[in-house]
């Protein structure tokens, strides 16, 4: 049942950009000026249930909003530089964050977490202050450790509320999809694949045997699979060849999330996805956020969805991600309880 729900949900969000726009909202976006920030920024500016975009970088974002701003769709774009953090954030709904460093060949996400970390929670202090109410979509890594670092810097403010914070994990379901879709010889729309867990290597989990077309592969050719959506950000770092990691898939794979959380918001039904959230799932386990289908309306997250029937092999790529993502989300609080 939860398998073909899903799948229904989700080969419908792949229609970028749907709404049946009744309100429309401020968005922010932080690291605008980066390689994901840059078209992220663009695509947010077709997307028309977004009406006023602010770009905030501490460096290049007026001339990013400059650029945006000429496309012909109608909303306003502003840019603000380093210092005006807070004119940037003041009035908006949603907030993506792009900023931080990317990998280079060689590294773990978790080797970002000594730049990054400070980053994420620096905004995220200015979040809680300027505007509370704010959707928060984390993008920047490694985002097993950034999002409870959000959690726990709103935490202290006594702003936190786990409906609208959200890591953005899509580009793995948008990987997952692809990949699947290109060993079938089939639509991508057509092989929508769960993704839970985490966001970095064994913590990424996808149930392929939720989807029609992934659950009879077996053997070399499913572990492949796996192994392949789990390591497809070290494809795209090792191709980059130090030149960064995924800018323009992941501007994508934000953008189609951005527009699942307004279209929530905006009250639309059935907007079921998978997204890093302070999840019950395995709180007793010691994994207190963890990604699994959430279902997104007015107040953000409406319904965290369980994971559902898995094989026996899936069964084991779980009990491998959990210790892993305890570690990272462990991480992230220490650095927020020491600051
Ligand atoms: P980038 O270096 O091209 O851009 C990052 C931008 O952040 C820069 O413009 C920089 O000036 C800005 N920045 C740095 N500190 C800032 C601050 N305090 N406030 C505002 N902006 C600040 O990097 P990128 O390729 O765009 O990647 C950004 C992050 O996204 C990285 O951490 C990367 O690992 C992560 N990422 C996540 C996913 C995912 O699936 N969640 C996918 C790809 C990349
Ligand atoms: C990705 O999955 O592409 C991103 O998390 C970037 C990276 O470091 O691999």
């Given amino acids: 049942m939860l398998a073909r729900s899903a799948i229904r949900t989700l080969s419908s969000q792949s229609r970028m950009f749907s709404s049946s726009a009744s309100r429309q909202f401020k968005v922010a976006v932080l690291g605008a000026g980066g390689g994901i920030g840059q078209p992220l920024s663009l ?20 001339g990013v909003a400059a650029d945006v701003s000429h496309v012909d769709t109608n909303s306003e774009v502003k840019g603000f530089a380093a210092d005006k953090l807070d004119e940037a954030l003041d009035g908006t ?30 905004l995220a202090a200015a979040i809680g202050r300027v505007s509370p109410q704010a959707c928060i979509c984390v993008i920047s890594n490694p985002v097993n450790s950034t999002v409870p670092i959000v959690a726990a810097t709103l935490e202290k403010q006594g702003v936190f509320d786990p409906k609208r914070l959200f890591g953005v994990t899509t580009l793995d379901v ?13 639509d991508p729309k057509q092989t929508p694949v769960t993704v839970v867990g985490g966001h970095s290597g064994a913590t990424i989990v996808p149930l392929l045997s939720q989807n029609s077309h992934g659950k009879g592969l077996k053997g070399e050719t499913y572990e492949k699979l796996v192994h392949r959506i789990q390591f497809g950000g070290d494809e795209v770092v090792k191709a980059k060849d130090g030149a960064g990691s995924a800018t323009l898939s992941m501007a994508y ?22 997204t890093f959230v302070k999840s019950p799932l395995f709180a007793d386990q010691g994994v207190d956020f963890f990604s699994s289908n959430v279902e997104l309306g ?11 029937p898995i094989s026996p092999e899936e069964e084991k790529l779980l009990q491998a991600c959990l210790p892993d993502l305890k570690k990272n989300i462990e991480k992230g609080k220490a ?5």
């Fill in 43 to 62: 695509l947010l500016k077709l997307d028309p249930l977004v009406t006023e975009l602010n770009l905030y970088d501490i460096r290049g974002a007026p």
């Fill in 335 to 339: 650095f927020v309880a020491q600051s």
């Fill in 298 to 308: 007015p107040n953000g997250v409406e319904k965290i969805h369980p994971i559902g």
């Fill in 174 to 186: 948008v990987r997952a999809a692809r990949f699947l879709g290109g060993i079938q010889g089939v």
């Fill in 93 to 122: 709904r949603v907030i993506v964050i792009p900023a931080g460093v990317p990998r280079k060949p060689g590294m773990t996400r978790d080797d970002l977490f000594n730049t990054n970390a400070s980053i994420v929670r620096d």
């Fill in 253 to 274: 794979a934000g953008a189609r999330f951005t527009n699942s959380v307004l279209r929530g918001l905006n009250g639309e039904k059935g907007l079921v996805t998978p």
